[in-house]
């Protein structure tokens, strides 16, 4: 299959969160959006194989169980695994009303978890000293907050790193944003190079993931 070329963001991309009504927000999502998910998911799949060493999946969010509430952001997710991504360190590319994200994620759902908190407690100093202070840190995917890592003092890093280990619901992801007005003003080839550096950047975190994978012997 020929990849198709990506063209960008526009602001009819983001609006679609303005949509009311589940069914409506749904079937915009899957006009509009989704298939920039695709095109997305086909570009970096590969380039996220060759960053990790390990064969990437990606995996375009489809929100089937809702039946209620209409999504308040949608993504593509990237992970080792063909049937599903949760469970795993994965990468992300999505968007909400105001801002495209990128992010290296560790959901509640993985399994290494807590080992993973342990890791990163270790190597939290190079951590810092190698993500660019500009870049973003969440406690909570489903939720559009973050912190600076250049606002995070060592301590407040350390704090928001320990709950991976002793918080049961506990998530952690690291990344970047793009606002809307940022984003919308890009060419697909600068969305998607900015996108590729952000990745370069995470790659430290899913490499820390993959030695806690192998200190378990998992």
Known sequence: MTNKKFNGFQSADFNVFTINGLEERMHALKEQIQPKFEVLGQHFAPTL???TGMEMQYHVAKHARRTKNAPKDSWVAFANS???YKMLPHFQIGLWETHVFVWFAIIYEAQIKEA??????????????KIPSQFV???DHT???VIRQSD???TEHKELVERLTNVKKAELLCGIQIPKEEAINLTGDETIAKIENAFQQLNLLYTLTK??????GN
């Open 82 to 84: 063909n049937r599903g």
């Open 137 to 139: 840190w969440s406690k």
């Open 211 to 216: 030695q806690t994978t192998a200190r378990e």
């Open 152 to 154: 995070l003092s060592e």
């Open 143 to 145: 939720k559009p907050d």
């Open 116 to 129: 993973f908190g342990e890791t990163l407690i270790e190597e939290l100093q190079n951590v810092r000293t």
């Open 49 to 51: 194989s060759a960053m």
